[in-house]
């Protein structure tokens, strides 16, 4: 069955690319088939996935966890991250790590469902709503520049009546006995019938125009930017400390010959004024360094980050 919810998500990655310019590096994070690899033929386009869905595949330039892609900081000028954020068991921890691999200034082009069966059994883990799209961006320290419904509610409806016309059972005596269980058979069949065709009819017109006044999308589409990287050095800076202004990269010195840790780095996020990092990258050090910070909070977070706020 035609499905409008596919055909609303091309437009969005067609109308994406088009805002790419030619020669940008381009990732496609949890890429699966790339199958919208082609809209960007103009660009560099490279793709990460695990590759462990038993589904098939189109070859990863990148096979890792989306919270480790093994390139260095600001490699990418545009992500397309599409129909993933469900399937990750720590998604702030992966919007983190985009945010590291995208250049200041960068977009990135998201989906994913608020109303949808369980799928990929087990990387099956959420759902998201318009406020968490707008809490998770801003805590990851991205700018929303646009966030909308991926189809309209006759593509919303469509999807529950799809769904009803497979799973309404046909032997409802099994579930409920006796004459009222025996009685609603023949209702449930012409029922499964009647729904196939209502959804074939609202997935046709939700392609038609995207009704968005009344209901709830199935799923919803976001464009976010990184925010551009601010002047690196103030007068009157400390070299020993951490530089934890609006946009920069944090990076931590190791023990090894002062070498510069480059994997995961964090960066203050404008929003909030937090300074974050992982707690395993933090040393004995760089703790003491935080904690000189006006207004340290003392507070390390249930999700694995220390912070300064």
């Known amino acids: 069955m035609r499905n409008s919810s596919r055909t609303w998500l091309y437009r969005a990655n067609e109308k994406f690319a088009a805002t790419?310019?030619?020669?940008?590096?381009?990732?496609?994070?949890?890429?699966?088939?790339?199958?919208?690899?082609?809209?960007?033929?103009?660009c560099d386009y490279e793709s990460a996935d695990f590759e462990l869905v038993n589904k098939p595949y189109a070859k990863s330039m990148y096979v890792c966890d989306l919270a480790a892609i093994p390139v260095e900081d600001g490699r990418f000028d545009a992500i397309i991250f599409n129909q993933v954020m469900e399937h990750l068991p720590q998604p702030a921890l992966v919007l983190n790590e985009l945010g590291r691999v995208l250049k200041p200034g960068g977009t990135m082009i998201c989906s994913a469902p608020l109303f949808y069966e369980e799928h990929e059994r087990p990387y099956d883990f959420y759902r998201y709503t318009q406020f968490a799209w707008h809490f998770m961006m801003k805590e990851a320290g991205f700018t929303i520049l646009n966030i909308d419904w991926l189809e309209g509610y006759f593509g919303t409806v469509a999807y529950q009546l799809e769904t009803a016309s497979k799973y309404l059972p046909r032997r409802s005596y099994r579930t409920?006995?006796?004459?009222?269980?025996?009685?609603?058979?023949?209702?449930?069949?012409?029922?499964?019938?009647l729904f196939h065709l209502l959804a074939r009819f609202l997935y046709v017109l939700d392609e038609r125009g995207k009704h968005t006044s009344s209901g709830f999308p199935k799923n919803y589409v976001v464009i976010v930017q990184k925010p551009?990287?601010?002047?690196?050095?103030?007068a009157g800076s400390s070299p020993s400390s951490p530089d934890t202004r609006a946009g920069q990269p944090t990076a931590e010195p190791t023990s090894a010959g002062g070498a510069i840790r480059s994997r995961r780095l964090a960066w203050k996020l404008p929003s909030n004024g937090c300074y974050r990092r992982p707690v395993s990258s933090i040393t004995a050090s760089t703790t003491t360094a935080i904690r000189r910070q006006p207004g340290y909070?003392?507070?390390?977070?249930?999700?694995?980050?220390f912070s300064a706020c």
């Open 20 to 42: 790419v310019s030619a020669g940008s590096r381009v990732l496609d994070a949890g890429a699966g088939d790339q199958k919208y690899g082609h809209l960007f033929a103009h």
């Open 176 to 193: 409920v006995p006796g004459v009222l269980g025996w009685s609603a058979v023949p209702v449930l069949i012409f029922s499964r019938w």
């Open 228 to 234: 551009a990287a601010r002047p690196t050095a103030d």
């Open 297 to 305: 909070c003392g507070r390390q977070e249930t999700c694995g980050w």
